[in-house]
């Protein structure tokens, strides 16, 4: 899966980096960000740690990993990020992404996390997942944006959700 810059209609979609920490610590800050997944935001040390742990790739030769910073290109605030992990024999990614406090309810993570998805379905994935809490309204929102449906499977108290990309 190539991991190039992305651009929809207002972001850059970076390929994510060490060079991103600082500036994702500092989006990210907001405790209420983990409401649902747990944990605590991220210092700037922690978050150089994840970003270039994320930026070497997945361990497992079975599996790609995309990560992708959200630059609004407005005023070139980072925003965010979105990633996948994809399984390119199954055809299938899993998705995520989180858009910080200040810049949610604009529809930047639906816009990010669409073209994201029609990166991934020109690469030839044919499923996309997701999961998520029960309670957490603006991902199922997102999710539903994408064409996912919620399905009767749960993994760590979160709804996969899926779509099946193969039939518009």
Do not use: K
């Not at 200040?102 to 816009?111: D, K, N, S, Y």
């Amino acid at each position: 899966m190539p991991i190039t810059t992305l651009r929809s209609e207002r972001l850059d979609l970076l390929p994510l980096g060490p060079e991103h920490a600082d500036e994702l610590a500092a989006a990210l800050a907001d405790p209420a960000l983990h409401s649902f997944t747990g944990g605590h935001p991220a210092t700037p040390e922690e978050m150089r740690a994840r970003c270039a742990r994320l930026a070497a790739g997945s361990p497992d030769p079975a599996v790609a990993w995309g990560n992708w910073a959200l630059r609004l290109r407005a005023d070139g605030a980072m925003t965010g990020y979105v990633q996948a992990t994809v399984r390119p024999e199954a055809a299938e990614a899993e998705l995520a992404w989180v858009v910080g406090t200040p810049w949610q309810r604009r529809g930047l993570a639906t816009e990010a996390a669409r073209t994201l998805l029609a990166h991934l379905t020109a690469t030839g994935v044919t499923t996309a997942i997701a999961h998520i809490h029960p309670d957490h309204d603006a991902s199922a929102r997102i999710a539903r944006a994408l064409g996912l449906h919620p399905t009767p499977h749960t993994e760590d108290g979160e709804i996969r959700w899926q779509a099946d990309l193969s039939h518009p």
